[in-house]
Nanobody
Framework: QVRLVESGGGLVQAGGSLRLSCAASGGTFRIYVMGWFRQAPGKEREFVASISENSRYTYYTDSVKGRFTISRDNAKNTGALQMNSLKPEDTAVYYC?????????????????WGRGTQVTVSS
């Protein structure tokens, strides 16, 4: 069982940056693909980015390509999502997920473990 805890969310102006962190405990985080999802009010949870177990491969949804960077440090059991050039439409609760066997895992049901989320609000 892997427990995930997100941190780093907050309020930022459009064009600004935030770095989200995901701390893993209780299991072998390093063997799992890790992903980030987000859910805006009134919308379904959507895939943002994923990274393979050894960090060799990453995958992003089109709307964040070139602005967001996913990373992980297996030695520290942590993951991160660096978000630059933020836009108001990036406003959402951001969730860390782990447990997929494929780094191109864009559906929520492909991940076994989830954090509780961290709020990101981008003002215009």
């Amino acid at each position: 069982q892997v427990r995930l805890v997100e941190s780093g969310g907050g309020l930022v102006q459009a064009g600004g940056s935030l770095r989200l962190s995901c701390a893993a405990s209780g299991g072998t985080f390093r063997i799992y693909v890790m992903g980030w999802f987000r859910q805006a009010p009134g919308k379904e949870r959507e895939f943002v980015a994923s990274i393979s177990e050894n960090s060799r491969y990453t995958y992003y949804t089109d709307s964040v390509k070139g602005r967001f960077t996913i990373s992980r440090d297996n030695a520290k059991n942590t993951g991160a999502l660096q978000m630059n050039s933020l836009k108001p439409e990036d406003t959402a609760v951001y969730y860390c997920a782990a447990g997929s066997s494929s780094f191109i895992a864009t559906r929520s049901d492909q991940y076994r473990y989830w954090g509780r989320g961290t709020q990101v609000t981008v003002s215009s």
